[in-house]
């Protein structure tokens, strides 16, 4: 995946930061020198799938707005999350992100700039199955 740093691609930074495939959460737990259970508490949050999936959840860097998290670490995002933008709480108060060298997967995989999820175009629908065929069998990271 070629990544971009352009504008449009960075912004997703600060309104809706990208979710984790489950070898991001060891990667990025390894780099922060935090246990997995350490990230998950202190740095991510759970987002439901859509439709008859809302039982398998999705980990994502939380979003902070007015120096509050939306929602607490470790906890199930409440429904309006994904409409309230905030910025990733790995993105530095300069823009940089803290932990650019192990990104979650979809922040490396998606361009804003050319509305594009690993290469072909960014639908929704179609990036939802992605996330759920990675985490139906791996629920057990939230335990």
Sequence with gaps: MDACAC????SACRRD???LIPGDVKKIAA????SEKELLERHLVRIPAKGRNKHIHFPAPAKIKAARFLAAPGTVVPDYYDTEKGRCVF?????ACLIHEVKPFECAA???????FLGRPYVEKDVEIF???RWRKHQDVFE
């Design 91 to 95: 993105l530095s108060p300069e823009g």
């Design 17 to 19: 930061p990208g979710r």
């Design 131 to 133: 996330f759920v065929s």
């Design 7 to 10: 504008e449009k691609c960075i």
């Design 110 to 116: 998606y361009m804003g700039c050319k509305h594009t």
């Design 31 to 34: 780099f922060l020198k935090l």
